[in-house]
T-cell receptor
Framework: KQEVTQIPAALSVPEGENLVLNCSFTDSAIYNLQWFRQDPGKGLTSLLL?????REQTSGRLNASLDKSSGRSTLYIAASQPGDSATYLC????????????FGSGTRLSIRP | GAVVSQHPSRVICKSGTSVKIECRSLDFQATTMFWYRQFPKKSLMLMAT?????????EQGVEKDKFLINHASLTLSTLTVTSAHPEDSSFYIC????????????FGPGTRLTVT
């Protein structure tokens, strides 16, 4: 059974710092991996999607990497801003069950001005 | 493109009543839609997979008679919480997978259900 873990559960850093959020998964047979952002009481915003054949994806100040063999992904945020404060969710798409996504527990990020 | 809406965004109902939540794909057809539940400060838990024209597939531990899912068209799936109780209070999020476009999912904005 696929399990997705995110560490740390919460993180607070001063504005301007670069930071890394971690995601690990137990079964490397994934279709893709996606990072989402969720603001309090809101839905999900897709940030980056990495297909299983890819190693990384970049969008602006965000960079996500994927190492399937070790079951790990990282989300790198450069030059953090208070507006980046949110919960970041990692989710893996399963090959074994078309379209099924398993979410991690999330990292609550707070950027201090 | 690829917009998914949910209605209502918030609903408060009394214990024992039923409430229906709609999930619509606005600019694409979706043979498959998904329903998730999120407890406060927790992650999303998949409840069921909704397939157009057939019965939904429920995850282990989810009561199919309590959470009725209907996917009557390629753009609409509904989740009905029957005989709601306070423990059903939660944030419900749906997603839709465009027909014939692989395994991508697009998420709705969520519905906050409060049962009093």
């Amino acid at each position: 059974k696929q399990e997705v873990t995110q560490i740390p559960a919460a993180l607070s850093v001063p504005e301007g710092e670069n930071l890394v959020l971690n995601c690990s998964f137990t079964d490397s047979a994934i279709y893709n991996l996606q990072w989402f952002r969720q603001d309090p009481g809101k839905g999900l915003t897709s940030l980056l999607l990495i297909q299983s054949s890819q190693r990384e994806q970049t969008s602006g100040r965000l960079n996500a990497s994927l190492d399937k063999s070790s079951g790990r992904s990282t989300l790198y945020i450069a030059a953090s801003q208070p507006g980046d404060s949110a919960t970041y969710l990692c989710a893996v798409g399963l090959y074994s069950s078309a379209s099924k996504i398993i979410f991690g527990s999330g990292t609550r990020l707070s950027i201090r001005p | 493109g690829a917009v998914v809406s949910q209605h209502p965004s918030r609903v408060i109902c009394k214990s024992g009543t039923s409430v229906k939540i709609e999930c619509r794909s606005l600019d694409f057809q979706a043979t498959t839609m998904f329903w998730y539940r999120q407890f406060p400060k927790k992650s999303l838990m998949l409840m069921a997979t909704s397939n157009e024209g057939s019965k939904a597939t429920y995850e282990q531990g989810v009561e199919k008679d309590k959470f009725l899912i209907n996917h009557a068209s390629l753009t609409l799936s509904t989740l009905t919480v029957t005989s709601a109780h306070p423990e059903d209070s939660s944030f419900y999020i749906c997603s839709a997978s465009p027909t014939g476009q692989g395994y991508e999912q697009y998420f709705g904005p969520g519905t906050r259900l409060t049962v009093t």
